[in-house]
Nanobody, 129 residues
Framework: QLQLVESGGGLVQPGGSLRLSCVAS????????VGWFRQAPGKEREGVSC???????NSADSVKGRFTISRDNVANTVYLQMNSLKPEDAAVYYC???????????????????????WGQGTQVAVSS
């Protein structure tokens, strides 16, 4: 069973940077599509940036040019580099994955939360001066 554990959240000033990590265990991520999602209080969970098993990416317009998703298959880890953070980026950030054989490509390519079936517990990101 695939398990995901996020880390790297915290409090940062506007304009600052954070790198989130998502370490996978139990299965290799080689055949999984992966993604980062976030949920702010009172809002629905939304896709931030997703990376397919074939290394195609899709990011929300609000983070393009600021956030970068990447994976290290040797370390079985997914990263989210977040630069130029804004107060509106504050949320709980979740890592998620879905095996390629159980995925719906329209959902995965759209970076829709419904397309992913393995989730971490989340890491809090706060952006404030």
């Amino acid at each position: 069973q695939l398990q995901l554990v996020e880390s790297g959240g915290g409090l940062v000033q506007p304009g600052g940077s954070l790198r989130l990590s998502c370490v996978a265990s139990g299965r290799s991520l080689d055949y999984y599509h992966v993604g980062w999602f976030r949920q702010a209080p009172g809002k629905e969970r939304e896709g931030v940036s997703c990376l397919s098993s074939g290394d195609s990416t899709n990011s929300a317009d609000s983070v393009k040019g600021r956030f970068t998703i990447s994976r290290d298959n040797v370390a079985n880890t997914v990263y989210l580099q977040m630069n130029s953070l804004k107060p509106e980026d504050a949320a709980v950030y979740y890592c998620a994955a879905v095996h390629v054989t159980r995925s719906s490509w329209p959902m995965v390519s759209a970076c829709a939360p419904q397309g992913y079936d393995h989730w971490g517990q989340g890491t809090q990101v706060a952006v404030s001066s």
